[in-house]
């Protein structure tokens, strides 16, 4: 549905584009914000504004309603600004893969695209200048949902060039949604990587005043020069202001809500630090030192692997093929990793076909264990393994890894069985 008629001509009438700044008065009641293109789900005669605090508005205009434009749209030719390299500063590479913090509003089709150039990434951090000498990439344009195997592999590929060619650190900002899959595939692929790796995400765009981009982006940053740590993390907001920052291991870590800001937590193990809004930093646990040496990416990755979740009622039938054609399958079982008798049968006869079979738990807290019950039991016996505590994600994550660098079913059940990047435990403190 487009604009009705008398509303088409009065926009052409007055100027207004898509982007402009308007007034509209309709009904008493006045709202400002840029126009935002026209769709399908609007009627004719209501005008789509977004507002100054990133907030979309539907405004209805009738016969008496007034509409100004305020300003007109300028297209932004702005280039990222050069930060000058000082002497003694560490040398940290953004390497931008897209998503909401890499997002802004298209006011074309008035959806959120992944957009914004690394450069202007950079240019969003101004205090960059004075922490360390940042250079900045863009590797991928595209949400996370969209991100694969090969992207992931691209990703390791990338890093490990940049530390072997002088970065001290490499921040990565990626959408929020599967960042926790990208964390845990680098850090395998990644292994002992001598330098710190440091994902960043943001939970609103970049054109919004509230947005989270920047103070994400200076705490990851923070962290690179004053953490003196090594490995693989995701840094976002602790709290819903601007006042912590979490640094969470990458195979721990999950997205526990929709679009809070502290939306990311530690499962099962505590976060590695915490940063304040001055950039202090308190560890909560030990953690690698950085190193001199060069770093390595073995990215194989099996592909034929896939996670199940078990629901009641679960038809085995409904599974048979898909499990039989996969070298690998992650089940996220019931409580302490439990299905049902009628999912056992299957498990055995995909265990037999040679596939490996990883129980996980969707309760995410605790441990897996198949002893305590005669369920858990029979699965074992069945061939399924248990990974303690690991949650099934990077378990998925793990087993296609597992999978590609191993010689055989057996070693690469050995593998899963051992911890390789802080994935899992087979302790708790009183803290998870």
Partial sequence: MSYSVSLSKLLEKIGAKEGSKLSVVSKGNTYTGRLMPHHDFSDGDVVVLKLSGGYNVGVRVYEDSVIKVLEQPVLSSKKGIVIERKEGLPNVVLISTGGTIASNADYRTGAVRPALSASELADMVPEAKEIVNISAKALLSIFSENMNVEHWQELAEAVAGEINNGADAVVILHGTDTMGYTAAALSFMLGNVPKPV?????????????????????AALRFCVKGGT????????????????????????????????????????????????????????????????????????????????????MDPSLFEGMMMKSKGIVISGTGLGHVSERMIPLIKKACDNGSVVVVTSQCLSGRTNLNVYDTGRDMLSAGAITVLDMLPETAYVKLMWALANSKNTEEAKRLMATPISEEMSDRRTVDV
């Avoid at 970049?206 to 989270?212: A, G, M, Q, T």
């Avoid at 950085?290 to 770093?295: D, M, R, Y």
């Fill in 198 to 218: 440091v994902f960043v995400g943001a939970q609103r765009s970049p054109d919004r005043p509230s947005s989270d981009a920047p103070t994400n982006i200076t």
């Fill in 230 to 313: 090594a490995g693989v993390f995701v840094v976002m907001h602790d709290t819903l202001g601007d006042d912590s920052f979490a640094v969470h291991t990458g195979t721990r870590v999950r997205k526990m809500h929709t679009s809070r800001r502290d939306a990311f937590e530690s499962i099962n193990t505590v976060p590695v630090a915490v940063l304040n809004e001055k950039g202090e930093i308190r560890f909560a646990k030990e953690a690698r030192p950085i190193a001199s040496e060069k770093a390595a990416a073995r990215t194989k990755m099996e592909r034929s692997v896939i996670l199940l979740q078990y629901y009641p009622g």
